[in-house]
């Protein structure tokens, strides 16, 4: 296996940029890629630095791609930084181009941790073109709920709140679209989590929509010692999905 950097300058971020690529030793005919998610406050060395990733990452098929966004999550700010579009039409353009990766719908997926998971479910429910299953680790997964919290950093990123509701960043209006009613999603948290209400609540709700919502919660917090434990199950979930796309 082999994990490199790339540094370029992103159109879409008007600035130069970093991604971490891991790459399995073989590669095969319709590669799964993994694009695997930073929280709040890391980035693209966060998911190698603070797990076992590397090391768990060998027992999978997956090209493991890991992009940084900041904290922006995951969307376009008025303020000139395109991330959702980087993410989900630079990034990809890019990969394609530059290591032949074949990131059609059977072959995509995504997963994060925290304000990662948000964007693994938000990519996943808005594209489902593009993505065939996702995974949220401990994912910030109703905005509203939490927007007293975080009042001036979602004013800033999403504008409004009034305006939020009906929006393409809210996850709960996203789940209504009939084209991801058989859209593979896992939830995992922990049941010592800050969020864990949060997620409680997104999947009540989205379970009335969503024919193929795992959720799960484990012992645990919000922390890395949860994702790093809870990182393998959904690699293993993950390859399943792969392989039923594929049967």
Do not use: C
């Not at 993994?34 to 990452?57: C, E, I, K, P, V």
């Not at 060998?58 to 959702?84: C, K, L, Q």
């Not at 960043?169 to 996203?174: E, I, R, T």
């Amino acid at each position: 296996m082999a994990i490199a950097s790339f540094n370029f300058y992103s159109q879409s971020l008007q600035k130069q940029t970093q991604f971490n690529v891991y790459l399995p030793e073989q590669r095969q005919k319709d590669q799964p890629v993994l694009f695997l998610l930073h929280g709040m406050g890391d980035n693209q060395a966060s998911w190698l630095t603070n797990s076992s990733l590397a090391r768990y990452a060998a027992d999978y098929p997956f090209v493991i791609v890991m992009p940084d966004v900041g904290r922006s999550y995951y969307a376009n700010t008025d303020y000139g930084e395109h991330d959702w579009d980087y993410l989900t039409v630079e990034l990809p353009k890019y990969l394609q181009t530059w290591l032949n990766l074949d990131l059609k719908k059977q072959n995509t997926f995504v997963a994060g941790l925290s304000m990662g998971g948000y964007g693994a479910f938000k990519w996943a429910l808005r594209r489902p073109d593009q993505i065939g299953a996702a995974v949220s680790f401990s994912g910030r997964l109703d905005i509203d709920a939490s927007w007293a919290d975080r009042a001036e950093n979602f004013q800033h990123i999403f504008g409004d709140r009034e305006n939020f509701a009906d929006s393409q960043s809210n996850l709960l209006n996203l789940v209504a679209d009939r084209r991801v009613r058989q859209l593979p999603l896992f939830q995992l948290i922990g049941t010592s989590d800050h969020l864990l209400e949060n997620n409680r609540t997104f999947h009540t709700f989205a379970r009335q929509y969503l024919d193929k919502l795992d959720y799960r919660e484990q012992t645990g917090d919000h922390n890395w010692h949860f994702w790093d434990t809870y990182l393998p199950i959904g690699l293993r979930w993950l390859t399943e999905q792969y392989h039923l796309l594929h049967h």
